[in-house]
């Protein structure tokens, strides 16, 4: 069974810093690419970053809103993968979920996201 602990979503200040967390269990994590996604209020579901899996190169891309910001980290020693977030802004608060997707297929896991609020 594929459990996801995403964590790091807290309240911050326009400028300010954060780093989410997601641990993965129940899959083979170096098989997999890892992506985050964010919900804002009023929008649809986006992507925001991944990185491939080591496999193939761990690849790191961006959503054009997050280059210079944000960066994606992946610990394959730990099942993990982060997203340092710098110089948040209020338009980044969302939801922000976690996605495994299996490398060669369209299998998919989610998890059920941490909440960013970025506010004044």
């Known amino acids: 069974q594929v459990h996801f602990v995403e964590s790091g979503g807290a309240l911050v200040q326009p400028g300010e810093s954060l780093r989410l967390s997601c641990e993965v269990s129940g899959i083979t994590f170096e098989n997999y690419h890892m992506s985050w996604y964010r919900q804002t209020p009023g929008k649809e579901r986006e992507w925001v970053s991944t990185?491939?899996?080591?496999?193939?190169?761990?690849?790191?891309t961006y959503a054009d809103f997050v280059k210079g910001r944000f960066t994606v980290v992946m610990d394959n020693a730990k099942n993990t993968v982060y997203l340092q977030m710098d110089n948040l802004k209020p338009d980044d608060t969302g939801v922000y979920t976690c996605r495994a997707r299996r490398q060669y297929s369209d299998i998919l896991y989610w998890g059920k996201g941490t909440r960013v609020i970025v506010a004044s």
């Open positions: 990185v491939l899996s080591i496999s193939d190169g761990s690849a790191k």
